[in-house]
């Protein structure tokens, strides 16, 4: 019998197996009585460039579970796949956290490939957007994110605020704009070779001579724009609703493609708490708290804030930055041209940064 055909075999048994996953079906209050029963410990490990970026569902998680301890690091997604995976590969399973939710969702693909992830379909896994989850359950959206426009309106009239590329080459703008370094971040890189195929590399050369204020880290630039220390950004991601008495918008754009995807997590086949990371997952999907959520939720039957409509009606495709993520090679050759066009990367890690010094 020939390899390819072993292979084939190969998958037809595991894709019968996990075809047989159903939809969670116990409550979050049995979810939660089995997660104490097992220990009551969470291990979550949150892909994100400010250590409290994850503060905003966790705190609303343990005030509605307090008996579960939960245990979270926040840091680059680029960072705790391969610890993962040198967790995997050693044997140190003590180290692989009970949920992995991540930006770099070409992972996921890998990961499933290993058959290193736990099928499983959280409750209301079947309201979420097909587009947004693997049909077998390796792996399930939580929440969307665009990135965009930020703007501070104390610094620039809200009519004069920038929403498409050609804006940003306003002569007005020079000394107002900050960005992230799209060669540190896949999600800014996504955005730049997105301008490149739209406007061309006279663009982003034209763009560079505006001489913006280059960072590490995507939570720079909406900290900066807030304090009204830069006047916009469109390499960062803010709240739909203003919050009360900001003079921080996010302001889609008004003819150009944007960046949106959808922040994935899933459940390791060596997690030690499953029971917790099934309520994690599960409570994630909620209406309550999707209802909740800055930006785009995952469930069909839950409205964005603000009176957005839903991402499929936004010129905007999560599932492109999806394909995106997964050509490697079109990318790293890609972060290399960013480099040589912007220059190297300088600064610390944004884990590390101190948010309250203007850069």
Do not use: C
Request: no cysteine.
């Amino acid at each position: 019998m020939t390899r390819s055909l072993l292979g084939a075999l190969a998958l037809a048994v595991i894709s019968t197996a996990v075809s047989a996953v159903e939809i969670e079906t116990k409550s979050l209050d049995q979810l939660y009585t089995e997660a104490i029963a097992e220990g009551g410990h969470l291990i979550l490990r949150a892909g994100g460039d400010k250590s409290d970026q994850s503060d905003f569902y966790l705190d609303m998680f343990k005030e509605q579970f307090p008996d579960i301890k939960v245990t979270h690091s926040v840091d680059l997604s680029k960072f705790h796949a391969p610890r993962f995976d040198y967790a995997l590969a050693t044997g140190k399973y003590e180290n692989v956290p009970d949920v992995i939710q991540l930006q770099t969702l070409h992972d996921f693909d890998y990961y499933t490939q290993q058959d290193l992830l736990l099928a499983y379909k959280p409750k209301g896994w079947d309201k979420v957007f097909p587009d947004y989850k693997d049909p077998h359950g390796y792996w399930t959206g939580l929440f969307g994110v665009s990135f965009s426009n930020m703007v501070n309106i104390d610094v620039i009239d809200e009519d004069k605020a920038p929403r498409d590329a050609m804006d940003y080459l306003d002569p007005a703008l020079k000394g107002k704009v900050i960005l992230t370094y799209p060669h540190d971040d896949d999600a800014v890189l996504y955005q730049f070779w997105n301008l490149k195929q739209m406007y061309g590399w006279e663009y982003l050369e034209k763009l560079v001579a505006m001489e913006p204020t280059w960072v590490r880290g995507t939570s720079m630039p909406y900290v900066s724009v807030s304090n009204g220390w830069y006047g916009a950004s469109f390499t960062t991601s803010w709240a739909f609703v203003p919050y009360p008495n900001s003079p921080a918008r996010f302001l889609l754009p008004e003819e150009d493609f944007f960046l949106t995807w959808v922040q994935t997590a899933a459940i390791p086949k060596k997690a030690k708490n499953k029971a917790a990371a099934k309520l994690y997952m599960s409570w994630m999907l909620s209406k309550e708290y999707q209802s909740k959520w800055l930006q785009w939720p995952v469930r069909m039957d839950v409205e964005a804030p603000g009176g957005y409509k839903t991402l499929h009606h936004h010129n905007t495709s999560p599932a492109d930055f999806h394909r995106f993520m997964l050509k490697r090679d079109q990318l790293e050759r890609f972060r290399f041209q960013m480099e040589q066009l912007v220059g190297p990367i300088k600064g610390i890690s944004p884990l590390d940064m101190d948010y309250s010094v203007r850069p």
